[in-house]
């Protein structure tokens, strides 16, 4: 059997490694490192596989987050709802511009932001709320873009872990996630669905004028070379990564289905299981499961963590401690937020290795595993 890992981007690239090298050798070649045609033909790929007007690539997802807090204007002290079951890069960027994160619940069975927990948390001072696709299943955009219409709200989507999501409407119709609020945000994070060999990310928006402040931020406020328009910063995706991102695009669909193909052999393995829940899946998207979390109840959760590692199986646990609770948040009155929702999940989730390279042998192994101490 070969190792276990989290994630495998080894196995992947070796199954495209001669388009990758190439790709790497033809930028080195270039000397074109920087913005180019390679970037941009990039991000025409994504945005047309997004079905998104336009996509501004930049250097990670939580530059695109704090790029797309940025564009829309919004003012020290306007209020930001997001979820605190999250990575801390969703709300992190929210408190660097003086924003006030306001945390509330999520929905327990799919894990994302809860629309009745944003609705009871509007106030005068909202400008915006971020949902987040968390482990690759999408929040429900239905309810959250009604409310955002009705209080006059931004919406930004944090589509880090759930890029080639589909997300379909009560009305029938179909958006990829990402492109459904204001302004989409996702990551090239190397583990991420859509991975880079280093760091990436990208901003999509269906508006022309957002689009072109969006551009300008990312680039130093300038919008002609050395005219600076507004306060912005420096974030640039690379040639190179682009070039590798490019390559991968296209196996983006394929990646997910193998990812989904996983998801269905555990949730076949666990499904009798009374102190294991499965991964939920709603039926107005289709779960891209970044990760392939349970839910485990009567269970020792961080013995079974350490069980596991004791055997050779990773786990990890997404995520340790909410937002809410992060030390960092001590002085935006973080600890203030009672989300008993929350909490309960952040003791009972563990999240098992997913990946496009799993095999039945590794998945039997592991699954055998955790039986062995749910069971005992
Ligand atoms: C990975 C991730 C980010 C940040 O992306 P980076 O590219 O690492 O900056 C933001 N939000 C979520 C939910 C993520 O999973």
């Known amino acids: ?54 996509c501004i690539p930049c250097a990670n997802g939580t530059d695109a987050l704090q790029i797309a807090m940025m564009a829309l204007g919004l003012e020290p002290g306007d209020e930001v709802i997001t979820p605190s079951f999250t990575y801390i890069a969703t709300v992190e960027v929210a408190a660097l511009l003086r924003l006030k994160p306001v945390f509330v619940e999520v929905d327990p069975k799919t894990f994302c932001i809860d629309p009745a927990a944003i ?42 872990q759930g890029i080639g999501n589909d997300y379909t409407f009560s009305d029938g119709t179909t958006k990829k996630t990402g492109t459904i609020g204001n302004i989409g945000c996702t990551s090239f994070y190397p583990s991420k669905n859509l991975g880079a060999y280093g760091d990436g990310g990208a901003i999509f928006t269906n ?27 420096n974030s640039r995706l690379d040639a190179i990564q682009a070039a590798i991102l490019d390559i991968k695009l296209q196996h983006l669909d394929e990646y997910i289905t193998a990812r989904v193909k996983a998801a269905d052999f555990y949730d076949n ?64 009155g973080g600890s203030n937020f009672n989300l008993p929702v929350t909490d309960w999940l952040t003791e009972r989730v563990i999240s098992l290795p997913i990946h496009t390279e799993l095999d039945e042998e590794q998945q039997t192994f592991i699954v055998n595993k955790v039986l062995e101490f749910v069971n005992k």
């Open 269 to 332: 393995a666990f499904v009798d299981n009374k102190k294991i829940t499965t991964p939920f899946r709603a039926a107005d998207n289709k779960h891209v499961f970044h990760q392939y979390t349970l839910l485990v109840e009567g269970v020792d959760r961080d013995g079974l963590h350490q069980f596991l590692a004791d055997n050779g199986v990773p786990s990890m646990i997404y995520y340790p401690v909410p937002a809410h609770r992060q030390k960092m948040f001590d002085a935006f």
């Open 207 to 233: 508006d022309d004028e957002l689009a072109s402040v969006l551009k300008m931020i990312a680039s130093h406020g300038q919008s002609k070379r050395y005219y600076h328009d507004v306060v912005g910063c």
């Open 119 to 160: 609705e009871k948390a509007i106030t005068p001072k909202t400008k915006a709320i971020v949902p987040v696709h968390l482990y690759g299943h999408a929040a429900n955009m239905d309810a959250i873009m009604k409310i955002a219409a009705a209080h006059n709200l931004f919406v930004i989507e944090d589509n880090a």
């Open 1 to 54: 059997m070969r190792p276990l890992q989290m994630v495998d981007t080894k196995t992947q690239y070796h199954k495209i490694k001669t388009e990758v090298d190439a790709a790497v050798i033809s930028v080195l070649e270039s000397s074109a490192f920087i913005g180019g045609k390679v970037v941009t033909t990039f991000a025409d790929n994504l945005a047309k596989y997004h079905g998104s007007k336009h």
